[in-house]
């Protein structure tokens, strides 16, 4: 999501707002019926002030800004949750008040993803895209500890970035697999030098304890959640930690957590490929004078592993005098596959790469993907990805694994699986442990949670999304979108924003094995109509 909400700002490739047009319904009461839950040394919630938001990205073209504007604030938590006394950041929120104040329900706490992802800037682009869920709720993103606003970590300088971002990526040689991991090395001692006394403690875990004291600052009695991509895992860190405060939650685009990072690049490799093979048979849909890559999906992918072959020989130009390197060009293919409204862009620059020498706007969507600004500075998105990626596993991969795997990965994706695969040194003699507890998401006992997965997501396969659901245990709820791109609601799916919006606005949980779009013959669940006199608790709720 991270990478998608990027691409929507760099080329203005927005969905239609959703349209406010609940009618009258009471507003719930503490509907799950359970005690709250509250971890030892957690810290007493503060009174937030909320004010005027500064130094906000514009709305993304197409997207209409609230009409009640935006207000920001910052809620203190421990640095160490362990120690809730001693030194304290501050997580930084941005809220949108709910437009039909007199059946609000609460607040919906949003992660669109990474993790890395900045939530505030996110949710300041994007939050026409969720008016309805508006209507009822006050929309509220917020960075993560790491990430953004709040405490964030930082590596290298925007230059060293510049020279990581377009470096080899699929050594060849031995010596280019030295200079490759001795890269990894130096960045991950710059993490070290510059945010040291950080790292141990912007991991998943903490971040999920965060949540609990932005919930009661909040002043809501449960939480109401909407987590996408890695917000998947976040959510079910938080739901296994605080089963009886999990209010309504949307888990779109899951994650599974039990998957070892060598096994989950391994099955994303798998999912890229398969996600070029549907953009290039629909781009040779189009015909060889509009698409003048391959007569099918399979010519299409191999036009780009020619490309991408002959730009680890040959860089090629581009405007601002940044060249194209392969890695650059990967990059930018593989953030284009995150949203089938990207596909057109990513078309016209292959094109323009293969036939034209014009390596522009492939290079356009990789900084989209890597976090770079127009000005040439970065977000934090690669340092925090990095801090927090480590934070929450144990593995340590040496090049010596690499080669052993490679095979593997070039068998998943000739186009994707080598890359992939060396970017398993990520966490290579990162400077402390990891937390394996980190990737607990078990929470029998919380209230439904509906877990959302799409058949053609690259990012997050669809394996994922039903094992998360079993994962989560209880009473969590799968829906399935047959569809292509990373996630579900923000396709844009009607089917699903229907059977998402009922859930959320008026508690109502989807049969089993719910797909959207149906089959035919299978009824296709309703248009969420008023309910007045009706209950909002779920009708499987307890």
């Not at 390596?359 to 927090?388: C, K, Q, V």
Request: proline residues 8%.
């Amino acid at each position: 999501m991270v990478v998608f909400a990027a691409i929507l700002t760099a080329f203005g490739l927005v969905p239609d707002a959703a349209s406010p047009s609940i009618r009258s319904v009471r507003s719930p009461s503490d509907w799950s019926g359970r005690s709250l839950s509250k971890e030892p040394g957690d810290a007493p919630p503060e009174r937030l002030v909320w004010k005027r938001c500064t130094g906000l990205p514009e709305p993304d073209p197409g997207v209409k800004p609230p009409p009640a504007g935006f207000r920001c604030t910052t809620v203190r938590v421990p640095l160490d949750h362990d120690r809730p006394s001693g030194e304290a950041i501050g997580v930084a929120l941005i809220r949108v008040p709910a437009t039909d104040s007199e059946h609000r329900i609460g607040s919906l706490l949003f992660n669109f993803g990474g993790p890395g992802g900045e939530g505030v800037d996110t949710l300041a682009q994007a939050a026409g895209d969720y008016a309805r869920l508006n209507t009822r709720y006050d929309l509220v993103g917020f960075d993560p500890r790491g990430v953004g606003r709040s405490a964030p970590v930082t590596c290298v300088d925007d230059r060293r970035m510049d020279v990581l971002t377009a470096r080899e990526g699929t050594p060849d040689t031995a010596a280019e697999e030295r200079a490759f991991a001795a890269d990894e090395a130096s960045y991950n001692r710059g993490c070290q030098t510059r945010s040291g006394a950080l790292l141990p403690h912007v991991g998943t875990v903490s971040a999920a304890r965060d949540m609990d004291l932005v919930r009661a600052a909040l002043g809501d009695p449960r939480l109401h959640y909407f987590g996408i991509s890695y917000g998947t895992w976040l959510g079910g860190s938080y739901a296994h930690r605080h089963p009886g405060n999990v209010g309504r939650a949307v888990l779109d685009g899951a994650v599974d957590t039990a998957v070892d990072p060598a096994e989950q690049a391994l099955q994303q490799a798998e999912a890229f490929q398969r996600a070029l093979g549907a953009f290039g048979a629909a781009c040779a849909a189009l015909g060889e004078r509009a698409c003048p890559l391959g007569a099918d999906g399979s010519g299409v992918a191999a036009s780009v592993r020619r490309l991408l072959a002959r730009l680890d020989r040959a860089p090629l130009p581009a405007r601002g005098g940044r060249r194209l390197t392969e890695r650059l060009a990967t990059s930018g293919v593989t953030a284009a596959l995150y949203s089938r409204r990207a596909w057109p862009i990513l078309a016209q620059g292959l094109v323009d790469a293969a036939t034209r020498r014009d390596g522009t706007l492939l290079r356009a969507l990789a900084d989209a993907g890597n976090g770079r600004r127009p000005d040439g500075s970065y977000t934090n998105l690669s340092a925090a990805n990095t801090a927090i990626a480590c934070a929450d596993t144990t593995a340590r991969y040496a090049p010596a694994d690499v080669r052993r795997l490679l095979p593997r990965f070039r068998a998943a994706s000739p186009v994707f699986g080598p890359a992939l695969a060396w970017g398993l040194l990520q966490c290579t003699g990162w400077p402390v442990a990891g937390d394996a507890a980190a990737r607990e998401v078990s929470a029998p006992s919380a209230a439904p949670i509906l877990v959302v997965g799409n058949t053609g997501d690259p990012a997050t396969p669809y394996a994922w999304a039903p094992a998360l659901t079993r994962a989560l245990g209880g009473q969590a709820t799968l829906l399935t979108l047959k569809g292509e791109g990373h996630g579900a609601y923000d396709t844009g799916d009607a089917c699903v924003r229907r059977t998402v919006d009922a859930y959320l606005l008026q508690g109502t949980v989807p049969p089993a094995g719910t797909v959207c779009p149906p089959d035919k013959g299978t009824q296709e669940p309703a248009e969420p109509k008023g309910l007045t006199g009706r209950s909002d608790r779920p009708s499987s709720a307890p």
